[in-house]
């Protein structure tokens, strides 16, 4: 990776002894680019027969569903995750 120029080492300042590995900005500007263009494929292909002006409406929902789960799973172990109706 360091070849490649997607990471460079440096001493820690902190301790002089240890490396630490530091990503580039370019880099990370380079996995932002690549990242929005998976999601924007990903989404195209997941939502194929679904008309576009419909899309924000149902990636709001599906935002608000993994809200709900994952709020969910933070509950003890052995709690009841089941229930009929709105919140």
């Known amino acids: 990776?360091?070849?490649?120029?997607?990471?460079?080492?440096?001493a820690d300042p902190s301790d002089g002894r240890r490396t630490v590995v530091?990503?580039?900005e370019q880099t990370r500007a380079d996995a932002r680019a690549y990242q929005?263009?998976?999601e924007t494929r990903l989404t195209s292909a997941l939502?194929?027969?679904?008309?576009r002006d419909r899309w924000p409406v149902l990636m709001q929902a599906l935002e608000e569903l993994l809200v709900?789960?994952?709020?969910?799973?933070?509950?003890?172990?052995g709690t009841n995750l089941t229930r009929s109706g709105p919140p």
Not at 1 to 10: I, K, L
Not at 47 to 51: A, E, M, R, W, Y
Not at 68 to 77: D, H, I, Q, V
């Open 1 to 10: 990776m360091v070849e490649r120029a997607w990471v460079r080492t440096e």
């Open 22 to 24: 530091v990503i580039p």
């Open 36 to 38: 929005e263009v998976a």
């Open 47 to 51: 939502l194929d027969g679904v008309p």
């Open 68 to 77: 709900a789960l994952r709020e969910r799973t933070k509950r003890p172990s």
